[in-house]
């Protein structure tokens, strides 16, 4: 029984270990999702301002431009798949993972090539490991994303949509991230950025059923939609950086609480154990004595008759 004592304080203090590790991450996660929230709403009314500006381009003018323009017959789609660039964060990663292929089989019914951009070593590493190819991939700051960052991924999807389709272009632009809800509720979801879906841009721009003034676009209207919707797309795979980073720190948060905790309970079941066989040692020392005692006795009085 000494020998089973000894591996559960060895357990005991392997389990130890690990559950201030995981609570020192719990607490570093607690404060990057903070400052990733703060980003969030930093962000949020340049966002809502370009969307404005693009809604009353759009709906203010009959130009056929190429980014709000649907394709007849699309052929070609872009996804761009956010996760990050370090795990221990739960389903994080596989619920975005698992939406982006959703997506990606729904174009293809739909008779599209799908070409994949991913930002974030999980993602990268998922479709590596099964030989699927990637367009394009970006790593090493999902944790504190900047708008520098944003402009170097928004980059090569503008240039391919506004590429012919052969020339390597593609139709449609498809982003999917994790929404930030709340610091429990984190959701994998996918939308359509190009070609701009117009009445529901302009929907979002005026929420509350304002009307949009008019507007004369000098030069033209092309070259105002040349300049406005690259910002539009930058501002959005911006704001999708920033709360798919949120959304990474909560999930990392609540499963390293989870595992602090479990831990926590796994310390006071290998220490009840470790009582009970020490507690077991014990007694049989006790009998061990006892049975001693009682055979010296034993012996001595059958020396004396």
């Known amino acids: 029984m000494g020998a089973q004592l000894r591996v559960y304080k060895r357990r005991i203090r392997s389990v130890t270990a690990t559950k201030k590790i995981t609570k020192a991450m719990e607490m570093i996660a607690a404060s990057r999702v903070v400052k990733a929230q703060r980003k969030v709403a930093a962000s949020t009314p340049y966002a809502t301002e370009l969307t404005r500006a693009v809604a009353a381009v759009a709906t203010g003018s009959n130009t056929k431009h190429p980014l709000t323009t649907e394709a007849e017959n699309p052929s070609r789609a872009a996804v761009l798949l956010l996760t990050s660039d370090r795990g221990l964060a739960g389903a994080f990663n596989s619920n975005a993972i698992k939406a982006a292929e959703q ?163 796994l310390i006071e079941t290998l220490t009840r154990l470790a009582n009970q066989a020490r507690q077991a040692d014990i007694t049989q020392e006790i009998s061990e004595i006892v049975g001693g005692a009682s055979a010296l006795a034993d012996a001595t009085a059958g020396s004396d008759r």
């Open 103 to 265: 997506l990606t089989e729904r174009l293809e019914r739909e008779g599209k090539q799908v070409e994949t951009y991913i930002v974030g070593r999980r993602g990268v590493a998922h479709y590596n490991f099964r030989e699927r190819k990637i367009a394009a991939s970006f790593t090493g700051f999902t944790d504190d994303p900047t708008y520098a960052d944003a402009k170097k991924v928004a980059a090569p999807l503008i240039e391919a949509i506004r590429k012919e389709t052969a020339d390597g272009g593609v139709d449609e632009l498809h982003i999917v991230y994790t929404e930030f809800v709340s610091m429990m509720t984190q959701t994998a979801l996918d939308a359509r950025l190009l070609p701009l879906r117009v009445d529901e841009v302009a929907q979002e721009a005026r929420p509350k059923g304002e009307l949009l003034p008019l507007y004369d676009f000098e030069p033209s209207a092309e070259d105002v939609l040349d300049a406005l919707l690259p910002r539009y797309v930058e501002s959005r795979v911006y704001n999708a950086l920033l709360q798919s980073a949120a959304s990474k720190h909560a999930a990392t948060r609540r499963a390293m609480k989870s595992a602090t905790d479990n831990a926590g309970e």
